[in-house]
T-cell receptor, first 112, second 113 residues
Framework: TQLLEQSPQFLSIQEGENLTVYCNSS?????LQWYRQEPGEGPVLLVT?????EVKKLKRLTFQFGDARKDSSLHITAAQTGDTGLYLC????????????FGQGTELSVKP | DTAVSQTPKYLVTQMGNDKSIKCEQN?????MYWYKQDSKKFLKIMFS???????INETVPNRFSPKSPDKAHLNLHINSLELGDSAVYFC????????????FGPGTRLTVT
């Protein structure tokens, strides 16, 4: 089964703290995306990583794709209350007709 | 201006009823999807259509039938609703390529009583 494991599942931190969310798979995949979902809304795309070892930054968010293209991490520096939400990673298999698999999600709560 | 829209936002119905959820995208994407998000927030793909043709059909009861009248619309019809169908259903679209970036609608919360 081509699972995508995300950790931690829940994270509650104070404003200003740093955090890292991990997304791991046993198989290589074509690309990986990170999404954030706020209550009552659909997930919104944050970033796409394609190349092994790739690092992308989006303001205080840093995304890394593992060298072997089997894992990824999302690091948030100096978290703010606006970062609260459900973070989801998704992998795509281009050579399997666009098979898409989401991780279980990380619920982040940033308290003032 | 809405990129991917779904109607209705909320749907409350009784077991055994038949209901439909509509989805439209104005992004010009060729591929559209339906997802189910359960109470634990797990998001699972149900169907995918490319240019009105079904390309992904995950293990979904045949009470669920997607219909794509054109590439901008993908509707979901559910027959004989069951309690376990209660969930949030998301429509999404993608321009394809090798990354399959998803653009989601706002979701439809279905409650079956």
């Amino acid at each position: 089964t081509q699972l995508l494991e995300q950790s931690p599942q829940f994270l509650s931190i104070q404003e200003g703290e740093n955090l890292t969310v991990y997304c791991n798979s046993s198989s290589v995949f074509s690309s990986l995306q990170w999404y954030r979902q706020e209550p009552g809304e659909g997930p919104v795309l944050l970033v796409t990583v394609v190349t092994g070892g790739e690092v992308k930054k989006l303001k205080r968010l840093t995304f890394q794709f593992g060298d072997a293209r089997k894992d990824s991490s999302l690091h948030i520096t100096a978290a703010q209350t606006g970062d609260t939400g459900l973070y989801l990673c998704m992998k795509a298999y281009y050579n399997q007709g666009g098979k898409l698999i989401f991780g279980q999600g990380t619920e982040l709560s940033v308290k003032p | 201006d809405t990129a991917v829209s779904q109607t209705p936002k909320y749907l409350v119905t009784q077991m055994g009823n038949d209901k439909s959820i509509k989805c439209e995208q104005n992004l010009g994407h060729d591929t559209m999807y339906w997802y189910k998000q359960d109470s634990k927030k797990f998001l699972k793909i149900m169907f995918s259509y490319n240019n009105k043709e079904l390309i992904i059909n995950e293990t979904v009861p045949n009470r669920f039938s997607p219909k794509s009248p054109d590439k901008a619309h993908l509707n979901l019809h559910i027959n004989s609703l069951e309690l376990g169908d209660s969930a949030v259903y998301f429509c999404a679209s993608s321009h394809g390529g090798i990354t399959y970036e998803q653009y989601f609608g706002p979701g439809t919360r279905l409650t079956v009583t």
